[in-house]
């Protein structure tokens, strides 16, 4: 861990872009820089929670315990806040946060965070902004798992992942086939199958998780058309 000038930080949120030098500096000296190695938990369900977390750097899943097994509920990238819904609404973790890859974050105290909501409208304003982008991408997706089929699912997480993540058409998988068929809830043999079908059918290749999309327009089709 260390301490961090949240003023002369290039990642700036979008939020934290519209607090003066004066609140940066508040902000700065509540706030505690951490990394993690890929696989490492950095908030984990049912535990108290007394930070907002600000993704500086990385890739993370969230995942929630079911009666039956641990669910992923989506991927988020940095720069972006973690666990804004959990934290500022209850004092429990309703869900899990892991790194994919190595990450970068910062531990903001949650009584600084919500005095600079109440003296910055503008700072509020940009959090609130973000919530409800959040929810509604979260709706989003909860209309894709229910009326794509798995075929289209799959095909929109790969194309997810080379728009919004990677900005590539070619990358590799930030998630083990059982993790992807999570994601896409269905059965990690379905996945695999799935995956080799595309790959068969010259729309991919891949190469244990290095995949590079070959046919766009017919994946964005079998994505829209399930």
Do not use: W
Not at 111 to 134: P, Q, T, V
Not at 147 to 163: E, P, S, V
Request: charged content about 20%; overall charge neutral.
């Amino acid at each position: 861990m260390k301490s961090v000038s949240c003023s002369d930080c290039l990642i700036k949120s979008e939020a934290a872009k519209n607090l003066d030098t004066p609140e940066l500096n508040i902000l700065g000296n509540s706030c505690v820089e951490t990394s993690f190695n890929k696989g490492d938990t950095i908030f984990k369900q049912d535990a108290l929670s007394s930070n907002i977390i600000y993704l500086q750097s990385g890739l993370v899943k969230l995942t929630m315990e079911g009666p039956q097994r641990s669910q992923i509920l989506r991927l988020k990238q940095a720069p972006c806040y973690l666990g804004l819904p959990t934290t500022i609404g209850d004092k429990i973790n309703n869900y899990s946060a892991v790194a994919l890859e190595p990450v970068t974050a910062c531990f903001i105290d949650i009584n600084i965070f919500r005095n600079l909501l109440s003296i910055n409208s503008d700072f509020s304003y940009e959090i609130i902004i973000g919530l409800c982008k959040n929810e509604l991408d979260q709706f989003h997706r909860c209309v894709k798992l229910v009326q794509n089929q798995i075929y289209g699912r799959l095909a929109g997480n790969l194309l997810y992942f080379a728009d919004e993540i990677y900005k590539s058409e070619e990358f590799n998988l930030p998630l083990s086939r059982s993790e992807l068929a999570d994601l896409v809830c269905t059965s990690r043999e379905t996945v695999s199958r799935l995956i080799s079908n595309l790959a068969q059918e010259n729309i991919i290749s891949i190469s244990g998780k290095h995949v590079k999309i070959l046919n766009r327009e017919i994946l964005k089709k079998i994505s829209q058309n399930g």
